[in-house]
Nanobody, 124 residues
Framework: QVSLLESGGGLVQAGGSLRLSCVASGRTYSRYSMGWFRQATGKEREFVAAIRRSDGSTLYSETVKGRFTISGDNAKNTVYLQMNSLKAEDTAVYYC??????WGIGISRSYEYWGQGAQVTVSS
């Protein structure tokens, strides 16, 4: 069992930056691929970024590529999402998730564990 807790959300102006953190507790964090998803009001949950447990490689959605960066710190059992050049359309609840596989990390059903979410609001 893995518990995930996100932090770092908030209100920011367009063009600004935020960094989300997700602390994992329970089973060893390094055994999991970690991902970030988001869900805006009235929309489906969508993939944002992920980092594979096998080799640390990363995957990004086209909408955030070049603006967001995912990274992990095994010593702190924490994964981060650095978000730069934020846009109003980035407004959503952001979820951290953990998957025991390195395959299919861009798909929500690949993840076994989910955090409660952190609200990110970007004002235009």
């Amino acid at each position: 069992q893995v518990s995930l807790l996100e932090s770092g959300g908030g209100l920011v102006q367009a063009g600004g930056s935020l960094r989300l953190s997700c602390v994992a507790s329970g089973r060893t964090y390094s055994r999991y691929s970690m991902g970030w998803f988001r869900q805006a009001t009235g929309k489906e949950r969508e993939f944002v970024a992920a980092i594979r447990r096998s080799d640390g490689s990363t995957l990004y959605s086209e909408t955030v590529k070049g603006r967001f960066t995912i990274s992990g710190d095994n010593a702190k059992n924490t994964v981060y999402l650095q978000m730069n050049s934020l846009k109003a359309e980035d407004t959503a609840v952001y979820y951290c998730a953990a998957a025991s596989s390195s395959w299919g990390i861009g798909i929500s059903r690949s993840y076994e564990y989910w955090g409660q979410g952190a609200q990110v609001t970007v004002s235009s």
